[in-house]
């Protein structure tokens, strides 16, 4: 009897929780999810500051001041961003001044340098200003003490800004966990190096890694290991110390120099399974040494690989990110033309989604093999069919994983 895909899936989720939160500093944090309440250590604008390059004025100076009938101020100060007045704005007078600048004591109003001639010494003011006019007022976007960002929220750029504006360096946040990638094969040569009969490129690794890094965490590789048991043991013990999560590819199936079931079914923390899934039946799970750290065995087939890391090892990223959905954004879509399904297993089709007439489409991305990278290569979303349909129909509509977005 094959399991559940959910199945396999909640033993791997109750497995693993947000890792403990950790001090980060601002461009460290982006990325992350915040682990507290964020409030503000001072109100934004922290000061009343102009909002135009020109002129602080009284507004009862400027009140008749038009291009007929320009009204001259004797300019007492020259206030750039950064910087106070040292004068104040008194009947008669105006202090130039530059955006963000503090508001001049006595200044009511701000005349834009548009509506001036620019002068230094004295300045010719060719339009009124009502008071308050350009005046960003202390307070108006955000108070002092005020909450501007929640725990659980994802930290992009628009939340490391308010974060910095508000007062703050760092942010806590669930850490980025450390997901190690050991392919393990005889087969497989380093990318770009030539091929001798019989060897493939070790597409896996650089693969999982770079799908690690894309749902959020810190990853690495090791190896290619050979099938060697010893090695591969070796290797794990290396590799426990720096992982948050281990993650394998290859060796899993029934074959005779499948090293990591053989070393991994002795350890007896790893359960090897077979789920009713297309592809990417063989999966095992599991922890290891005195931490208990959480390890996924993906099947060698680079599609079943890649496939079996969106369903098994991604939720587990973003449950350690702190996310509180796990799952990646999934839309409703049509089918355009269809394909064939196997009895009894859900399948992962390979799709391109795309938007026809307002709504979702999808197109199988051709041959579905476990071996067809090419035509991964070519979806940007996976379409999943339940077990008991084994012809998906055009018109049929099915979920789909939009693998383009991220959360
Ligand atoms: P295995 O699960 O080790 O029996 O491998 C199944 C298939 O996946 C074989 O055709 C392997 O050559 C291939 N394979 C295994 N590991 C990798 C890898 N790291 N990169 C690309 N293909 C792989
Ligand atoms: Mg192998």
Not at 143 to 152: D, F, K, N, P, S
Not at 222 to 235: C, N, S
Request: charged fraction near 20%.
């Amino acid at each position: 009897m094959l399991r559940p895909v959910d199945e396999q899936q909640a033993i791997g989720l109750a497995a693993v929780a947000p890792l403990e939160p950790i001090d980060l500093p601002l461009l460290e944090a982006h990325g992350c999810v915040l682990a507290a309440d964020v409030e503000a250590l001072w109100p934004l604008p922290s000061f009343d500051n102009t909002s135009m390059d020109g002129y602080a004025v009284l507004a009862a100076d400027v009140a008749g001041a038009s291009e007929a009938t320009p009204v001259q101020l004797r300019v007492v100060d020259d206030v750039p961003a950064g910087y106070r007045a040292t004068e104040r704005v008194s009947p008669g007078t105006a202090i130039r001044i530059m955006t963000g600048a503090p508001l001049p004591d006595g200044a009511d109003a701000i005349v834009p340098v548009e509506g001036t001639d620019g002068g230094t010494d004295i300045v010719t003011i060719t339009r009124s200003a009502e008071p308050g006019v350009f005046i960003r007022r202390a307070g108006e976007d955000v108070h002092a003490g005020e909450q501007v960002l929640r725990a659980g929220q994802y930290l992009s750029a628009r939340e490391i800004a308010i974060l910095a504006a508000a007062g703050h360096g760092s942010a806590l946040v669930h850490p980025r966990p450390r997901v190690v990638v050991i392919s393990t094969g005889n087969e497989l040569v380093e990318p770009g190096t030539p091929l001798k009969h019989g060897l493939i490129a070790d597409s896996n690794s650089y693969m999982l890694v770079t799908a690690a890094k894309q749902a959020g965490a810190a990853a690495y590789r090791a190896g290619p290991v050979i099938d060697d048991e010893d090695l591969f043991m070796r290797t794990l013990d290396d590799q426990l110390v720096r992982a948050d999560l281990l993650v394998t590819s290859g060796g899993v199936s029934m074959g005779a120099y499948d090293t990591v079931k053989a070393v991994l079914s002795r350890l007896g923390t790893v359960e090897f399974t077979k789920v009713a899934m297309q592809p990417g039946m063989p999966q095992g799970f599991g922890t290891l040494g005195e931490e208990n750290v959480p390890i996924v065995t993906l099947p060698g087939n680079p599609v079943s690989s890649y496939v079996s890391f969106e369903v098994f090892v991604r939720p587990l990223i973003r449950r350690m990110m702190g996310f509180a959905n796990v799952t990646r954004p999934q839309v409703r879509a049509s089918v355009l033309e269809g394909w064939a399904s196997p009895a009894n297993k859900t399948q992962f089709a390979r799709v391109d989604l795309s938007v026809a007439e307002g709504r979702y489409v999808i197109r199988s991305t051709g041959a579905q093999g476990s071996h067809i990278l090419g035509g991964l290569s070519r979806a940007n979303a996976l379409a999943v069919v339940p077990p008991e349909i084994t012809e998906v129909k055009p018109g049929d509509v099915l979920t789909v994983y939009d693998l383009s977005r991220e959360g």
